[in-house]
């Protein structure tokens, strides 16, 4: 069983439909950072949240930690075809290195 | 600005060959560690570094040895490449550990086949 549970693992869509995406596990995190990776790149940072409850706002995206720091969302309103890519949640763990979930591959037709 | 740099970016290697996977960083960050990337399986922890001279484990080691002679260069080596390895290596540095607070920077990629 992996520490992060990503959902859907894969998710096609149209341009201008909204979207979310799930991180999950039953162990509690003092922060949880989203990650996009475009084809044959390595992962860019999107957001850090640290506080349960907490919504950060990053242009159309939008991201959610929950209330018990367990879990968190990524909403994206009204996709589009650059939003494409691979987004991944992770969290502190190891000697505070990262660990990874699964992923959410996205991709946004025109 | 360079960041963290990975070479080679493809290599093809044969069962039993060993090879070394160079990671450079230019932002004279302490922390800096190695990922595989398999599909499906998001990134999985090789070997990591919080400074110079220390190296450990992470969760898929095995295979693989690291070691931290300069802030700036951490070489990942395969010591006998097996079919198993072939996946994508990324190397990671910042400037603190963990997540709260801190940006890791993740270099493009090593795309390693072992035929």
């Known amino acids: 069983t992996q520490l992060l549970e990503q959902s859907p693992q894969f998710l096609s869509i149209q341009e201008g439909e909204n979207l979310t995406v799930y991180c999950n596990s039953s162990?509690?995190?003092?922060?949880l950072q989203w990650y996009r990776q475009e084809p044959g790149e390595g992962p860019v940072l999107l957001v850090t949240?640290?506080?349960?409850?907490e919504v950060k706002k990053l242009k159309r995206l939008t991201f959610q930690f929950g209330d018990a720091r367990k879990d968190s969302s990524l909403h994206i309103t009204a996709a589009q075809p650059g939003d494409t890519g691979l987004y991944l949640c992770?969290?502190?763990?190891?000697?505070?290195?990262?660990?990874f979930g699964g992923g959410t591959r996205l991709m946004v037709k025109p | 600005n360079a960041g963290v740099t990975q070479t080679p970016k493809f290599q093809v290697l044969k069962t039993g060959q060993s090879m070394t996977l160079q990671c450079a960083q230019d932002?004279?960050?302490?922390?800096m560690s190695w990922y595989r990337q398999d599909p499906g399986m998001g990134l999985r922890l090789i070997h990591y570094?919080?400074?110079?001279?220390?190296?450990d484990q992470g969760e898929v080691p095995n295979g693989y040895n690291v070691s931290r002679s300069t802030t700036e260069d951490f070489p990942l080596r395969l010591l006998s490449a097996a079919p198993s390895q072939t996946s994508v290596y990324f190397c990671?540095?910042?400037?603190?550990?963990?997540?709260?607070?801190?940006?890791?920077?993740f270099g493009e990629g090593s795309w390693l086949t072992v035929v």
């Open positions: 990671a540095s910042s400037y603190k550990r963990g997540s709260s607070g801190n940006t890791i920077y």
């Open positions: 162990s509690v995190f003092s922060s």
């Open positions: 949240v640290v506080t349960g409850g």
């Open positions: 992770a969290v502190d763990n190891a000697g505070n290195m990262l660990t």
């Open positions: 932002m004279n960050h302490e922390y």
């Open positions: 570094s919080v400074g110079a001279g220390i190296t």
